[in-house]
């Protein structure tokens, strides 16, 4: 498969380093956690995305980072009780001082082979330095 114009953008190193860093979280979907249409909360999804997202930003600079805006969120369809949610984050671009994460989340059936996309976002991240102050959030040396 030919490479994308984002991923022909950085070293081997780099792109080596995006891939070891993807997370995956699965979460059942209880009851406890819905809405009053018996649906995941979407407060709740938006905290699971925040902190998948952290996670693949922190394998792949293993620095301090904060949470510095969440592009558009879509929900694209409703994850009902008794169902599973997986949660994928993957880096997407590298800056700087900063970086971004693509977040899905998949809703999977508990008793069936089915699995469809809901809801997509995008969180950037910016590295801290010991004075909280941005730092380079890569470096090849």
């Known amino acids: 498969m030919p490479l994308t114009d984002t991923e022909t953008q950085y070293s081997d190193a780099i792109r080596a380093r995006i891939a070891q860093s993807e997370a995956r979280v699965i979460k059942a979907i209880f009851p406890s956690i819905t809405n009053h249409h018996n649906t995941l909360f979407g ?6 995305m925040d902190e998948t997202a952290f996670i693949a930003a922190t394998r792949f600079c293993r620095k301090t980072l904060v949470t510095v805006s969440s592009d558009r969120i879509d929900f694209n369809k409703s994850i009902p009780a ?7 984050a993957n880096v997407i ?7 971004k994460v693509e977040v899905n989340i998949f809703v999977e059936d508990m008793y069936q082979d089915h699995r469809e996309h809901a809801i997509r976002g995008v969180f950037t991240f910016v590295a801290l330095d010991e004075d909280r102050k941005p730092t380079k959030v890569w470096s090849e040396d």
């Open 82 to 88: 008794g169902t599973l949610a997986e949660i994928i």
């Open 43 to 48: 407060g709740e999804a938006l905290a699971w």
């Open 93 to 99: 671009y590298v800056g700087n001082t900063s970086l």
